[in-house]
């Protein structure tokens, strides 16, 4: 009937952007099983994160989320386009599981020979039994909040293979109802194969 056309209408909009969401998380995972990641040059992780905080800013208005980047520009050895994925995964993660005006803290440092990125929310948080495996591709903790926030389970599966390339680590420290905190540390320099 006529009176569904524009809800039908969205929701075929929905899904096929969802969709694309997917088909582009998996180029991303083959480009990355394929050895993308050559060719390293000097990036500043700093200017990475403020590029993501920028583009996360549709997605914090429309969930009343408030997000602040601070800390120092910190140079790595590295690619870019794929440790921009690393940033905007993890600062996405904390806009769409977080809760209304809830906040995101976005850090950026060096320390010990290493550089960081911290990204602290107040969301909904991780039970301790899906931590492990929030690294695990198509794993999601929530599916259905997953699927209504445009998730594929996807993101931090990319986000892990892109550190471990890069030489570096990936944890998630997550308290059910408190939020979680996301730290990657990654070296000054990577070492030469």
Same mark, same amino acid.
């Given at each position: ?8 209408? $969205?929701? &075929? ?14 180029? $991303? ?51 870019? $386009? ?22 995101? !803290?976005? @850090? ?5 020979? @290493? ?6 929310? @107040?969301? &909904? ?32 599966? &990319? ?12 944890? &998630? ?6 939020? @979680? ?9 990577? !070492?030469?194969?």
């Amino acid at each position: 009937p006529p009176e569904t056309v524009k809800d039908f209408s $969205k929701s &075929i909009y929905d899904e096929a952007q969802r969709l694309i969401s997917l088909v582009g998380d998996i180029i $991303k995972i083959s480009e990355l099983d394929e050895g993308e990641g050559k060719d390293f040059t000097e990036v500043d992780l700093y200017d990475v994160c403020e590029e993501a905080v920028k583009r996360a800013m549709p997605l914090t208005d429309k969930n009343g989320v408030n997000i602040t980047l601070s800390g120092e520009h910190a140079k790595v050895s590295g690619k870019e $386009k794929i440790l921009c994925e690393i940033a905007e995964n993890i600062v996405d993660n904390a806009v769409k599981y977080n809760k209304k005006d809830g906040e995101v !803290k976005v @850090t950026v440092g060096a320390e010990g020979g @290493t550089v960081f990125l911290r990204v602290e929310d @107040t969301g &909904i948080g991780i039970p301790l039994k899906d931590q492990k495996r929030v690294f695990e591709r198509f794993y999601r903790v929530d599916k259905a909040r997953s699927r209504s926030a445009g998730g594929t389970g996807l993101g931090l599966a &990319i986000a892990k293979e892109i550190v471990d390339a890069h030489g570096g680590d990936i944890k &998630i420290e997550s308290e059910e109802g408190k939020g @979680t905190l996301v730290t990657v540390v990654l070296p000054l320099r990577r !070492k030469s194969a």
